[in-house]
């Protein structure tokens, strides 16, 4: 494995690579300087730069593994701008044992941290969340760069991260100033039992951004990140501010690689005794459990897929179902779980709907502008496998891309300029067709039709997943009605993506396992002990 480097290092490795981009804070700084020729040997095949990603381990940034050591640790996953498919950065594909001494290194600190006053764990975690918004513009540069969002959408997601980050290490750190605990006397003696709780222990942590640092941290447990090997350069960033934040070697690691290696050795370890934080496809959650099966004390919470239904009532007021129907749709071109991708309208004003509902997303959800380019050429491939099954299927199409005036569905097969795909909405899609089914996870939306409550209810659970749904009415006693029966961890009602942090978060069916949020994450961060004492 990879030495530890600190500042003044090698040039091409650890901490000094991670200031040269740290310096980028504009996307005009951040693409002269990719396309700079630094380094022969970080270049790519055009001569430009390429960034080299090195794991955050106990407070330092680690060299890659030498070249004499098994091609396994020394292979590497290219970052790749899908605005303009080019490559710009490597990300390591770290070993078991790489894995395995960030582990450690988390196991070392966990003792210190786990006893570490609340109010001083509190101090720490508001240091990162300043840092993180003191360079909004550095994290948001990075962010579109590497994801493929617009540069606006990704300063809302900065700004929403900054904000929650915040609000969860305020609320944590106070919750657990303040929690309530089971005491009483047992009936006819003189015992007293009460309730104690302490940190679990190593997390292994497989979410994006920093949703779950915050209570992880603030409950005492220490934790190893992997972030997503198609997007990890806003995780490259955080390891330099927890750096700069000073927060105690070990508590925060970072380990970059893909699922199969790096993934796999993490949530199998047995020194993740605390647990795995996983989100992604409902394949590798089962592999989790597999993976896990003989380690009984590991909490699993599991975030899967979502096919999330929207309801359309005839009551509501067209236009603001309108712009909350697209926003679930389209915002970050769908890439996001909790996007409501299956539409369902009450057939008194189905017309109506798709009509308005076409003309504003073709007028507010354009490529480049709201509409960035999706994450990478394999989901590209399979967002047009999806809309070439949709064609087959005789399904009528409306899309945002033209050219000369006609209107193109079908994006080519080999793109040449990025991974762009324009907004489609679909209509008369057969009733079992996968496209209702299948979660796509890109700028594709269905829009079908319902005739009563009964029925609509019964066309938004008719899926396998239930993570999320919107539902869109006037009517005050629906609300609630339809609400409780929509077989979803999280359901909105005339609004979307809104959260209450001491609220249950977590899907239903085979979208996932686990509950966070509030009381749920001091169960998912501590172990819970009944202790009697007599009182004599």
């Not at 300029?417 to 939306?445: H, K, N």
Request: glycine fraction near 8%; hydrophobic fraction near 35%; charged fraction near 20%.
């Amino acid at each position: 494995m990879g030495s530890t480097l600190k500042g003044g290092d090698s040039p091409e490795f650890g901490s000094s690579i991670i200031q040269d981009v740290w310096s980028c804070d504009t996307l005009e700084k951040a693409e002269a300087f990719i396309a700079s020729p630094r380094h022969a040997s970080s270049s790519n095949e055009s001569g430009q730069y390429k960034i080299r990603m090195q794991n955050y381990v106990a407070g330092s940034f680690a060299a890659p593994p030498s070249p004499s050591m098994n091609s396994e640790t020394s292979q590497s996953i290219d970052a790749v701008n899908p605005k303009t498919g080019r490559t710009f950065g490597q990300v390591p594909i770290s070993s078991a044992d790489e894995v395995e001494h960030v582990l450690r290194a988390a196991t070392d600190a966990f003792g210190a941290w786990s006893t570490t006053p609340a109010a001083v764990r509190s101090k720490h975690l508001q240091r990162v969340a300043q840092l993180i918004q003191d360079h909004r513009e550095l994290f948001a540069v990075w962010e579109s760069i590497d994801q493929g969002k617009t540069l606006e959408r990704a300063r809302v997601e900065v700004d929403r991260a900054v904000s929650n980050f915040k609000s969860e290490s305020c609320y944590f750190s106070t919750f657990i100033l303040h929690q309530q605990t089971t005491a009483r006397v047992v009936d006819g003696s003189n015992i007293l039992t009460y309730e104690h709780r302490s940190p679990t222990g190593v997390f292994a942590l497989t979410r994006p951004g920093t949703c779950l640092l915050a209570p992880c941290l603030a409950f005492g447990c220490t934790a190893v990140a992997k972030p997503s090997e198609v997007t990890s350069m806003t995780a490259f960033l955080l390891c330099e501010v927890f750096r700069r934040a000073g927060l105690p070697a070990g508590v925060m690691n970072v380990v970059f690689g893909d699922g199969a290696t790096t993934g796999s050795a993490l949530v199998r370890s047995p020194l993740v005794r605390g647990g795995v934080s996983f989100t992604g496809g409902t394949a590798t959650g089962i592999q989790i459990r597999r993976d896990t099966a003989d380690q009984i004390y590991k909490h699993l919470s599991l975030e899967l897929g979502g096919k999330n239904p929207t309801l359309v009532f005839g009551d509501v007021e067209l236009d603001k179902a309108v712009q909350t129907a697209a926003m679930a749709a389209f915002e970050n071109q769908g890439e996001i779980c909790l996007c409501g991708s299956r539409i369902y309208v009450q057939s008194s004003i189905y017309d109506d709907f798709v009509a308005a509902f076409t003309a504003y997303v073709q007028a507010n959800y354009k490529c480049g502008e709201r509409v960035g380019a999706v994450v990478s050429h394999q989901h590209y491939t399979k967002i047009r496998s999806y809309l070439q099954l949709a064609q087959s299927e005789g399904a009528t199409f409306f899309s945002t891309s033209t050219s000369s005036g006609t209107p193109e569905f079908i994006p080519p097969a080999d793109p040449t300029d990025g991974y762009w795909i324009a907004p489609v909405i679909l209509t008369d899609v057969p009733p079992r067709s996968r496209l209702l089914q299948d979660e796509i996870f890109g700028p594709v939306a269905t829009v079908s039709r319902f005739s009563t409550e009964d029925e609509a209810v019964a066309l938004a659970n008719d899926n396998p997943n239930g993570l999320a749904a919107v539902l869109l009415t006037r009517d005050g006693a629906r609300m609630r009605r339809v609400g409780e029966r929509l077989e979803a961890g999280l359901v909105w009602v005339n609004c979307w993506l809104v959260r209450e942090l001491g609220t249950p978060f977590g899907g239903m069916k085979s979208s996932g396992t686990g509950r966070e949020g509030g009381e749920y994450s001091r169960d998912v961060f501590t172990h819970a002990r009944t202790l009697h004492m007599p009182l004599q």
